[in-house]
């Protein structure tokens, strides 16, 4: 059942525990609202806690689910009796777009503002004038609609607790903040050249994780190839190229909530086999002469390196 359309006339449904606690949480919310402190659901009693807010209407449990019935004597729809629109309040709606879903808000003219999600419902306040935005959009549904959205985007999510969250555009695409991505390559081919018996690793990979979310780029010490080594060698290399990126990835919690999603940092990984076969003979032979001059360049002592690499 659509608790925001008016024009659901059935005055009996069942309703799932979504629909069911989206009742008394917006009865709740009218409390926070005067001043009263709100009240919790309570699954071992919620039909008795339904039937105490909304005197009109019969609820009972059947199969898993709650059956809301008008009572014989009561006048009304279902939705007239405890939806949460009233044609005696004027309210704006406006779909919202998160990632490929597509949500519903409502705006009411009391300052009460109620976003659909399937059979989920959460509530928030407002203050926006409906009829002055009426009149500044002329009457025209779509910019009604279109205004509605971005104020719903840029105030209304951004306040609540767990903003609605779009991870496909909140990503950071590679980047390099200092130096570039044809020397750090270039380097690191270097670093696998000279790494002492690296043909028995040819299988193997080595990657550099981005900088995100406030840590350093790094070198991947899991299901990768590294050695102490390596890291020291791509650490002085990270800090003359740093490079920074990173996407959205799901973490099983809610789609459209930004808790949902954890920032992952992007990578650039290089194949040891093909680093091996794409190098020729010469540079192989001259890649140790090339990192020491790169290394003493850099006040580094080549053998504090090799010593690494006999650990």
Same mark, same amino acid.
């Given at each position: 059942?659509?608790?925001?359309?008016?024009?659901? !006339?059935?005055?009996?449904?069942?309703?799932?525990?979504?629909?069911?606690?989206? &009742? =008394?949480?917006?009865? @709740?919310?009218?409390?926070?609202?005067?001043?009263? *402190?709100?009240? @919790?659901?309570?699954?071992?009693? &919620?039909?008795?806690?339904? @039937?105490?807010?909304?005197?009109?209407?019969?609820?009972?449990?059947?199969?898993?689910?709650?059956v809301a019935r008008v009572k014989n004597g009561a006048g009304g729809s279902l939705v007239e009796r405890v939806g949460f629109v009233s044609s005696q309040i004027p309210h704006l709606a406006t779909p919202i777009y998160v990632g490929s879903d597509d949500l519903r808000a409502l705006f009411r003219a009391d300052g009460i503002g109620v976003i659909k999600?399937?059979?989920?419902?959460?509530?928030?306040?407002?203050?926006?004038?409906?009829?002055?935005?009426?009149?500044?959009?002329?009457?025209?549904?779509?910019?009604?609609?279109?205004?509605?959205?971005?104020?719903?985007?840029?105030?209304? @999510?951004?306040?609540?607790?767990?903003?609605?969250?779009?991870?496909?555009?909140?990503?950071?695409? &590679?980047? $390099?903040?200092?130096?570039?991505?044809?020397?750090?390559?270039? &380097?690191?081919?270097?670093?696998?050249?000279?790494? *002492?018996?690296?043909?028995?690793?040819?299988?193997?990979? =080595?990657? #550099?994780?981005?900088?995100?979310? %406030?840590?350093? *780029?790094?070198?991947?010490? !899991?299901?990768?190839?590294?050695?102490?080594? #390596? =890291?020291?060698?791509?650490?002085?290399?990270?800090?003359? !190229?740093?490079? =920074?990126?990173?996407?959205?990835?799901?973490?099983? %919690?809610?789609? !459209?909530?930004?808790?949902?999603?954890?920032? $992952? *940092?992007?990578?650039?990984?290089?194949?040891?086999?093909?680093? #091996?076969?794409?190098?020729?003979?010469?540079?192989?032979?001259?890649?140790?002469?090339?990192?020491?001059?790169?290394?003493?360049?850099?006040?580094?002592?080549?053998?504090?390196?090799?010593?690494?690499?006999?650990?």
């Amino acid at each position: 059942m659509d608790f925001t359309n008016l024009e659901e !006339n059935a005055r009996e449904a069942k309703l799932d525990y979504g629909e069911a606690e989206s &009742l =008394v949480r917006f009865f @709740s919310f009218q409390r926070e609202r005067q001043g009263e *402190p709100p009240i @919790s659901s309570d699954y071992s009693r &919620l039909c008795g806690q339904l @039937s105490e807010i909304y005197p009109d209407v019969e609820f009972r449990l059947a199969d898993h689910r709650v059956v809301a019935r008008v009572k014989n004597g009561a006048g009304g729809s279902l939705v007239e009796r405890v939806g949460f629109v009233s044609s005696q309040i004027p309210h704006l709606a406006t779909p919202i777009y998160v990632g490929s879903d597509d949500l519903r808000a409502l705006f009411r003219a009391d300052g009460i503002g109620v976003i659909k999600e399937d059979s989920w419902y959460e509530f928030f306040e407002h203050d926006l004038d409906l009829e002055e935005v009426r009149r500044d959009c002329e009457d025209d549904e779509d910019a009604i609609e279109e205004f509605l959205r971005e104020h719903f985007d840029e105030q209304i @999510s951004q306040q609540m607790e767990d903003p609605f969250f779009d991870p496909s555009g909140e990503g950071c695409e &590679l980047y $390099f903040e200092t130096g570039s991505r044809v020397e750090l390559e270039r &380097l690191m081919r270097l670093f696998i050249l000279t790494e *002492p018996d690296i043909e028995a690793h040819e299988d193997e990979e =080595v990657r #550099l994780y981005a900088a995100a979310d %406030g840590t350093d *780029p790094y070198l991947e010490s !899991n299901d990768c190839y590294h050695s102490e080594r #390596l =890291v020291g060698l791509a650490e002085i290399a990270l800090s003359e !190229n740093r490079l =920074v990126g990173w996407s959205f990835e799901y973490n099983d %919690g809610a789609h !459209n909530r930004r808790s949902g999603y954890d920032e $992952f *940092p992007e990578s650039l990984t290089w194949s040891i086999n093909e680093v #091996l076969e794409e190098s020729s003979a010469r540079e192989k032979m001259t890649a140790r002469r090339e990192l020491r001059k790169w290394v003493e360049a850099r006040g580094h002592d080549m053998a504090r390196f090799d010593a690494l690499a006999k650990d």
